[in-house]
């Protein structure tokens, strides 16, 4: 329930026609891609990983949401080794190093 909570999904979860029962299932008709990347945050507090791959951790998440999935995600971070693949330059506040890719050329940003 707590990783569900952090990534702004108990509410929502709640509100499905089976509850926690509810079968998501391969087709996603039940879940929109902001719901999608919520979902994955989910799994990743779940899981606890050492080493994180996040590519574009936050698409199609509303503002508001990502504000306080943004504030889960910095916090879980700390202690953890991720690689994070965004085009969104707000995303890039949590971390260390940035490398910025053009087109094929990579530049060290530190």
């Known amino acids: 329930m707590e990783a ?3 990534a702004g999904l108990l509410d929502w979860f709640k509100e499905l026609p089976e509850g926690f029962d509810t079968k998501i299932g391969q087709t996603r008709k039940l879940i929109s891609g902001g719901e999608r990347s919520r979902l994955s945050i ?3 507090i779940l ?3 050492e080493i994180l791959l996040l ?3 936050l698409v199609g ?3 508001e949401r990502k504000e ?3 504030d889960t995600l910095k916090e879980l971070l700390k202690s953890k080794t991720c690689i994070l ?3 969104d ?3 890039l506040r949590i971390a260390d190093r940035t490398i910025y890719m053009k087109e094929e050329d990579a530049v060290w940003l530190i």
């Open 47 to 49: 899981f606890d990983p």
């Open 85 to 87: 693949v965004t085009h």
């Open 55 to 57: 590519d574009e951790p």
């Open 4 to 6: 569900l909570k952090k």
């Open 68 to 70: 306080e999935i943004f």
């Open 89 to 91: 330059k707000s995303l």
């Open 61 to 63: 998440v509303d503002q």
């Open 42 to 44: 989910a799994r990743m």
